[in-house]
């Protein structure tokens, strides 16, 4: 399994340009996640998802849009870049809880700057 | 509004000895815990949970303690490896299958052998 891949690693992006980060799983996981951190902070939780076709906002959605037609995909889509949005992106993925411990797999993560 | 404190942002021990990360939490709803452990252009890595029925979990050389009535838990690494350096998060959510972690700013363990 390769797990939780992210495109491209690195973007370098002028203010008001738009992009797709890209994130895909091949765990069969129903829950996908997108975080963002911030030099020197923790992550924070844009978007999820808990199934293909729907998506829910985390706790700092403005300025992303997010898409899920699959179990398998789930895009990150920035529309006008602005210099706040220069973070490093990460995607997570997890399985259906059946109670007890439950693990968020991580991608790589995507470091994106905008000038 | 930071809700997962890490005051130390970075921690240096010597090899063999115990690496010790403390870790705050200010919302009484958070009932159960996480360590990430991230290394350089890589995703954070699940180490270890706990639930706030416990109060300590242990797993291998990591052990986490959560002290419910001082919102405050600790990740103790016994003994520390210099394969142990990397960035240690500790996120809290409301339960375990919850969607929002929330995650503390992280505090960067180097291992000297």
């Known amino acids: 399994n390769a797990g939780v891949t992210q495109t491209p690693k690195f973007r370098i992006l002028k203010i008001g340009q738009s992009m797709t980060l890209q994130c895909a799983q091949d765990?069969?996981?129903?829950?996908m996640y997108w975080y963002r951190q911030d030099p020197g902070m923790g992550l924070k939780l844009i978007y999820y998802?808990?199934?293909?076709?729907?998506?829910d906002k985390g706790e700092v959605p403005n300025g992303y849009n997010v898409s899920r037609s699959t179990t398998e995909d789930f895009p990150l889509r920035l529309e006008l870049a602005a210099p706040s949005q220069t973070s490093v992106y990460f995607c997570?993925?997890?399985?259906?809880?059946?109670?007890?411990?439950?693990?968020?797999?991580f991608g790589p993560g995507t470091r994106l700057t905008v000038l | 509004d930071q809700q997962v404190k890490q005051n130390s942002p970075s921690l240096s021990v010597q090899e063999g000895r115990i690496s010790i990360l403390n870790c705050d939490y200010t919302?009484?709803?958070?009932?159960?815990f996480l360590w990430y452990k991230k290394y350089p252009a890589e995703g954070p890595t699940f180490l270890i949970s706990?639930?706030?029925?416990?109060d300590k979990n242990e797993d291998g050389r990591f052990t986490v303690f959560l002290n419910k009535s001082a919102k405050h838990l600790s990740l103790h690494i016994v003994p520390s490896q210099p394969g142990d350096s990397a960035v240690y998060f500790c996120?809290?959510?409301?339960?375990?299958?919850?969607?929002?972690?929330?995650f503390g700013t992280g505090t960067r363990l180097t291992v000297i052998p």
């Open positions: 997570a993925s997890r399985k259906t809880p059946a109670g007890g411990t439950d693990t968020q797999y």
């Open positions: 765990m069969n996981h129903n829950y």
């Open positions: 998802s808990v199934g293909a076709g729907i998506t």
């Open positions: 919302n009484s709803m958070f009932d159960y």
């Open positions: 706990i639930s706030s029925i416990k």
């Open positions: 996120a809290a959510s409301e339960n375990s299958g919850a969607n929002n972690l929330f």
